[in-house]
C-alpha cells in the first residue's frame, strides 16, 4: 500500500501545483549554525552550490538583533522579533520574575515560561499535523503544554549523521504517524567560526563537511519521492576576531558596574545592565558615553526601534553593544575570553554589519529554480513554512508570506 502511494507521488507531484498539494506537503528544515551569507560564495561547497541552482536563494538574511543563536532560531520557528517572542538573548534576566534565562542551564533553559509564541510545530499540531525535531531552541520543552510529536534531547555529541538517518526513518513511517515538519540542527559551522574564524581553512573544511551532510540529504529525500521541500537555513555570520588581546574592552575599568548593577549579563558583545538604584544610571551612562569607540552605550529607551528588542521587563536599562572586531563585558569575560582565545564571534549589530547575515536556500517541487531572492529579515521563514503545509497563519506574527511567496512556483 505505502509502495503504491508513493509512487503515486513520484509521478504526480511535477504536475501539480502548491495549491493542489497543499494537504500532502512536508517540509524538512535544517539549520546549520553561523553559517555566514558569503561561505558558499567563498568556499564553493559542492551540494549547496547545485541546490542553490536548482532552487532559491536569498542574498541574505538579516538575523534579529542580537545575532545571537537562541533569539534567531526562536524567531525563525515563531515569526516573531525577539521583544515579541520573550528569548531576548542567550543570558538575560528578567526583572519582573526576578531570574536569570541562561542558555546553557538546562533547568532554566527548559522552563517553558520564558517562551512566547506558537513554535511551528505546535501550530501544525494544533492544525492536526505531526511534526519531529532533531533539536531547535525550544524543541524539548512543552511550550503552552506541547512538545513536538517527536523530539530529541539536545546532546551536541550525537553524530551529524544520525540525524539524518532518524529524518530518512521518520519520513518513512506510515502516513499517519508520519511528520510533515522536521527541524534539524547542526553546530560544526558556528564551532570552527568560533574557534578559528571566519577566514580559517578549519571553517572551509567545516562548511565543506556540512556541505557533505546536506548532500547525503536531499539525496535521500530524492529517493523518498514525497512532495518535500527542503529548507537550509543558518541563525547568524561571523566575525573575524584577532586577537583578542588588543580587541577586548573591560566595561568594568570605564564605569562602576559591578556594586550598582544585579550582576551583568554579558555575551562578549554586547551587555545588559540592570541597576538596583536607578539613580546610579546616570553616571555609569556618562562614564561609558565619554569613552564611546568601540562600543555605542544606550539606556533602554534609545535601543534603535528597527532592533525590536525593547522588552521593558527583560531588557536591561541600559545596553553597551561592541562594534566589531571588538569584544567588551567585565573583569570576568575578560579572564575567560583570554583564555579561550576567541577567533571569531557574532551578536554585533546585524543591520548595520553584514557579516552577521545568515543564509536561507529553498528546494523542491515548489519552488523556482535557480530563483534568487534580495536580502530579507528572518521573521519571513515562518509564514512561508507554514503556507507550504496549508497551515492558517497567526494574525499576531511579525514576518509576512508576501516576503517569501514568490520563491513558490504558482
Ligand atoms: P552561541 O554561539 O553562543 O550563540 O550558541 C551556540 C551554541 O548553542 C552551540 O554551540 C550549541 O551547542 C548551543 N545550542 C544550540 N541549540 C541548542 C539547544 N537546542 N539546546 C541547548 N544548546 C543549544
Ligand atoms: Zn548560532
Ligand atoms: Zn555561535
Excluded: C
Aim: zero cysteines; glycine letters at 6%.
Amino acid at each position: 500500500m505505502r509502495d503504491k502511494f508513493i509512487w503515486f507521488w513520484a509521478f504526480l507531484m511535477p504536475f501539480m501545483s502548491l495549491a493542489q498539494t497543499k494537504q500532502n506537503n512536508y517540509v524538512v528544515m535544517v539549520s546549520l549554525d553561523g553559517f555566514r551569507h558569503d561561505y558558499v560564495k567563498k568556499f564553493n561547497p559542492p551540494h549547496l552550490s547545485k541546490l542553490i541552482k536548482e532552487g532559491a536563494s536569498a542574498q541574505s538574511v538579516i538575523p534579529v538583533y542580537p545575532s545571537k543563536t537562541f533569539p534567531n532560531h526562536y524567531s525563525i520557528v515563531t515569526g516573531m522579533y525577539a521583544n515579541k517572542h520573550g528569548l531576548i538573548d542567550n543570558p538575560f534576566y528578567d526583572t519582573e520574575i526576578e531570574a536569570v534565562y541562561s542558555s546553557s542551564n538546562r533547568e532554566v533553559s527548559l522552563d517553558p515560561k520564558w517562551y512566547g509564541g506558537t513554535p511551528l510545530w505546535q501550530l501544525a499540531q494544533g492544525q492536526g499535523l505531526k511534526t519531529a525535531s532533531f533539536f531547535w531552541v525550544g524543541s524539548e520543552l512543552p511550550i503552552k503544554g506541547q512538545y513536538p510529536t517527536y523530539h530529541k534531547k539536545y546532546d551536541p555529541a550525537i553524530p551529524n549523521q544520525e540525524r539524518i538517518d532518524q529524518t530518512v526513518a521518520w519520513l518513512s513511517l506510515p502516513e499517519a504517524e508520519r511528520p510533515r515538519l522536521i527541524t534539524l540542527y547542526f553546530s560544526l559551522v558556528d564551532d570552527a567560526g568560533h574557534r578559528y574564524g571566519p577566514d580559517s581553512p578549519e571553517v572551509k573544511q567545516a562548511v565543506l563537511q556540512a556541505d557533505s551532510l546536506v548532500g547525503k540529504l536531499q539525496n535521500a529525500l530524492k529517493n523518498i519521492a514525497l512532495p518535500i521541500t527542503l529548507l537550509i537555513v543558518s541563525d547568524h555570520g561571523m566575525e573575524q576576531i584577532n586577537p583578542v588581546q588588543e580587541y577586548f574592552v573591560n566595561l568594568e575599568k570605564i564605569a562602576d558596574l559591578r556594586d550598582t548593577t544585579i550582576n551583568f549579563f554579558s555575551n562578549a558583545v554586547h551587555t545588559q545592565f540592570y541597576f538596583k538604584d536607578k539613580t546610579k544610571i546616570d553616571k555609569a551612562y556618562q562614564d561609558l558615553k565619554k569613552n564611546e569607540k568601540n562600543y555605542t552605550v544606550f539606556l533602554r529607551k534609545d535601543i534603535p526601534k528597527h532592533w525590536h528588542y525593547n522588552l521593558p521587563t527583560r531588557t536591561g536599562d541600559m545596553l553597551v553593544v561592541a562594534k566589531p572586531p571588538y569584544l567588551i563585558g567585565g573583569n570576568h569575560a575578560e579572564k575567560k575570553m583570554y583564555k579561550e582565545q576567541t577567533r571569531g564571534q557574532h551578536g554585533y549589530d546585524p543591520y548595520t554589519y553584514k557579516n552577521m547575515h545568515a543564509i536561507f536556500y529553498a528546494w523542491g517541487a515548489h519552488i523556482k529554480p535557480n530563483f534568487a531572492l534580495p536580502t530579507f529579515e528572518i521573521v519571513h521563514i515562518y509564514p512561508l513554512v507554514a503556507h507550504l503545509l496549508g497551515l492558517d497563519i497567526p494574525k499576531d506574527i511579525d514576518g509576512k508570506l508576501k516576503v517569501l511567496k514568490k520563491i513558490l512556483k504558482k
